[in-house]
RNA sequence: GCGUCGAUGGUAGAGUGGUCAAAUACGACACGCUGUAAACGUGUUGCCUUCGGGCUUCGGGGGUUCGAAUCCCUCUCGACGCA
């Protein structure tokens, strides 16, 4: 992996780049499609692809549950496996350590939208015999599966490996996603677990891409007759019916993997300053900052973690991708976000416009016979009237889900590109003035 | 014509003397969802309300009872059976 920045937004973090994989590049900023199971929901590849997405992101906890890294590792990695040719990524299962821990059986979000510490009674959290799925350990998360009830023990190494296994382009350390309803004190210590977690992560990263090269040098010695091929000398020699065949199992390891590290903290300046300091002194090939905020507050967390973090790295805010907060990003530095928003909420009936949002069940909408954006260009908005989609929605209808999908993902991944292209026109700030002034 | 069974809120369908403004499901209406336990979840769904409560409802009418969706009589409508 390769990261380069082509210019910088005057008089803020924010910056446009490049950042190369092994499976294509990815302009920068961008929006990462969430596709946990290994499958951006009810959407195809093409479908994907044609909303202008460029890379996918699926997850480690999810992945290895079902159908299990070795069965994906045995496909030849999660890209050729969902059938998704451009570059992925896989996130550790640091987050299901907060949905299945703290937050699970609850309606806490990671975004809270307590503010003021002083309502955070802490008899009122104080939920330590709730049932939850994640309990963390010593030095890992033991979760019960949500799937079968079977027990599963994930350490930092363990999160590594099965991410190697999945085989995506950029992977991250495992974390623990912390409730934002936790206090300063254990905000701490979560904080320091993380950190630990991140150097266990990053030795077994090395260790195992260390493997993955001496297995390349000794395949390369293997084949040296056809070596020829691989190492591009122009000998003309016919090819070997043997170099022709497609292996039953194909190596996933093929490519080396880029790893980012996590940078927690919650919603405290010291802690989330520390953790960049920490993190970022770590050989990571970029970052991730992990969620835990209030809405208000997110921009100077983001601010406060990206003026420390390395200038020359890419940096992935994870989780985050309502519009609004796409400009916040942006602004403060962030290369690289992604949200289950545009496919849940579109599955779910809620639909992006440059007005604000919609909910297309509403009744205004039944014999609404314009599309969900008249100016869009979207596969949706191109064929569907409103009345047609809600009528999809109102009969359970699969393709409900699918065009709300097609055209939430294509509205918010195309919002990142005009967003990336208003930095490279210098008219950043007008732009998301314009916007924010319509869509808010 | 005789007999039997039935008629409950937008729909289906519980309830068979008080705890019934009436279960449940669906529908309708509104809302929520930020590294996917999520094609999911929550609320409202007779009328009025100072949110304490008040008022009118279970095909129509009449009756029994302190009290009726629930028991009795009758009418209307429907299904089935016998003529």
């Given amino acids: 992996m390769n990261f380069k920045i082509e210019k910088k937004l005057k008089n803020s973090l924010g910056r446009v780049g490049v950042l190369t994989t092994s499976h294509g590049i990815i302009q920068t900023p961008a929006f990462v499609a969430v596709g946990t199971k290994a499958t951006i929901k009810s959407l195809n590849p093409e479908q994907v692809k ?35 040719s451009g570059p992925t990524m896989t996130d550790s299962g ?23 510490p002083s309502l955070l009674i802490p008899e009122r959290f104080d939920d330590s ?11 890992g998360v033991s979760f019960k599966s949500h799937l079968d009830g079977s027990i599963h023990y994930i350490t930092p190494e363990k999160s590594i490996q099965i991410q190697h296994n999945l085989g ?3 992977i991250f350390a495992f974390d623990e996603c912390t409730s934002p309803t936790e206090d300063l004190k254990y905000q701490e210590e979560a904080l320091e677990r993380t950190h630990r977690w991140a150097e266990r992560s990053l030795d077994e990263h090395k260790k195992l891409e260390e493997l993955k090269n001496m297995e390349e040098v000794k395949n390369k010695a293997d ?50 300053k520390k953790s960049a300091k920490f993190i970022s002194s770590l050989d990571f090939d970029g ?16 601010k406060w973690v990206n003026e420390i973090l390395p200038e020359e790295k ?33 599955r779910n009936g809620t639909l992006y416009t440059k007005n604000g949002k919609i909910i297309i069940m509403n009744r205004q909408f039944r014999e609404d016979y314009s599309p969900i954006e008249r100016d869009c260009a979207c596969y949706s908005c191109q064929n569907y009237t409103k009345a047609y989609i809600a009528h999809l929605f109102h009969g359970k209808e699969m393709l409900a889900g699918t065009l709300a999908s097609i055209h939430n993902l294509y509205f918010i991944v195309n ?15 007008e732009f998301k003035e314009e916007f924010l002034k319509e869509y808010l």
């Fill in 94 to 116: 640091g987050f299901q350590v907060f949905s299945l821990g703290a937050a699970y059986g609850k309606q806490i979000s990671k975004i809270t939208k307590i503010t003021d």
């Fill in 223 to 272: 084949s040296s007759f056809f070596g020829s091929l691989s190492t591009g000398a122009p000998v003309a020699l016919p090819l070997s019916p043997s170099a022709c065949e497609t292996p039953k199992k194909e190596k996933s390891a093929d490519f080396s993997q880029a790893l980012f590290g996590i940078v927690q903290g919650g919603r405290d300046e010291a802690l989330r």
């Fill in 314 to 346: 890419p940096r992935h805010l994870l989780g985050i991708g309502e519009p609004e907060d796409l400009f916040m990003g942006i602004e403060n530095g962030v290369d690289l976000f992604d949200c289950v928003a545009p496919t849940r909420l579109g």
């Fill in 50 to 84: 044609d909303a202008g997405t460029q890379v996918v992101l699926g997850n480690t906890y999810h992945l290895y549950l079902q159908p299990g890294d070795e069965i994906v590792r045995g496909a030849g990695g999660i890209g050729k496996f969902m059938n998704w």
């Fill in 129 to 139: 015999d709730a049932p939850r799925l994640a309990k963390i350990g010593q030095d």
């Fill in 287 to 302: 970052f991730g900052i992990g969620g835990s905020f209030a809405k208000e507050d997110m921009s100077t967390a983001v």
């Fill in 415 to 429: 919002l990142v590109k005009k967003i990336r292209q208003s930095i490279l026109d210098d008219n950043f700030f």
């Fill in 168 to 170: 995506a382009d950029i």
